[in-house]
């Protein structure tokens, strides 16, 4: 793999923080990147795109994130599948992320591989 590649398809800087520019201290949880992948090919091999990936503190709390948010942890990524709906993306994601969390909204879909199942 390339340098700063964290699989065929996803690079580290998708996963920045948007408000610092960091990279997740511990990384991104290699399960969520497999994920990701296995998303993007049920999806025909179209892009998914991370519109947020990790989150600093003081990012996350400046956008309203949660306090406990997984995308503190670097195990949580909101994503966007050109031409998909975010309920095409959430229902697939239901069952392919059977013990994480899945959250839906009006643009795009929350997906994280949490211990424990959670749905939104």
Not at 74 to 89: C, E, Q
Request: proline residues 3%; contains cysteine; aromatic residues 8%.
């Amino acid at each position: 793999m390339s340098e700063g590649y964290l699989s065929k398809n996803f690079h580290e800087d998708e996963f920045r923080c948007h408000g610092t520019k960091e990279c997740c201290p511990t990384g991104m949880n290699p399960k969520l990147i497999e994920l990701l992948e296995d998303m993007r090919s049920h999806f025909g091999g179209k892009a998914v795109k991370i519109n947020s990936g990790y989150r600093s503190p003081s990012h996350n709390a400046s956008v309203g994130g949660a306090k406990n948010s997984q995308h503190l942890k670097g195990t949580a990524a909101d994503v966007v599948i050109s031409g998909v709906s975010p309920n095409d993306v959430y229902a697939w994601a239901d069952k392919a992320n059977g013990n994480g969390g899945v959250g839906k909204y009006n643009s795009f879909t929350h997906i994280d591989v949490r211990n424990g199942k959670a749905r939104w």
